[in-house]
């Protein structure tokens, strides 16, 4: 990796694939002229899991360990159909989780491969960090190389944040 980058970075691959802590994102970032600043957590409900849409249902698509999906029996693979007693169609679940609060426990009705479930959840707020990214005024030469001298000259520009969900 060293002879294709010209940047020493053995250690810092070996942290973040055979370690336990978080990335130093902040100053990972701040290499590159971007800062990352953490967002204050927000009162939203999760599951505790990653979801996408498939065929119009909301899929889980990663369950979280230790969230409440997780706690309850859900699966990676499962497709939620109802919260509540109340049909979910994509995009929708967040809505349908927002008529409830954190400690509430609400029957959730999945399709795993072909068989109706119905598995208990009780909800917690959403524990995923959210980050907000903005080009920093000066650029650095790490993000000169990377995004070109017409991008480094935009100088401070918001970048679109991330968000798990």
Do not use: C, Y
């Amino acid at each position: 990796m060293e002879e294709t980058t010209g940047l020493r970075l053995r250690t810092l691959v070996r942290q973040l694939a055979e370690g336990r802590d978080d990335p130093p994102l902040p100053a990972l970032f701040k290499a590159i002229g971007v800062t990352a600043t953490r967002k204050p957590a927000e009162a939203a409900l999760g599951l505790g899991a990653k979801v996408g849409v498939e065929n119009g249902f909301v899929k889980l698509l990663q369950v979280f360990d230790g969230g409440p999906a997780q706690r309850a029996g859900l699966s990676a693979g499962d497709l939620v159909v109802a919260v509540d007693g109340l049909r979910v169609l994509s995009g929708q679940l967040d809505k349908s989780l927002a008529r409830h609060r954190a400690g509430d426990t609400v029957p959730v009705h999945v399709f795993r491969r072909d068989e109706l479930m119905q598995l208990d959840v009780t909800l917690s707020a959403d524990a995923t960090p959210q980050f907000a990214l903005a080009l920093s005024a000066e650029p650095s030469p790490l993000r000169s190389a990377w995004l070109g001298k017409r991008a480094a000259a935009r100088g401070a520009r918001p970048a679109k944040s991330r968000s798990a969900a």
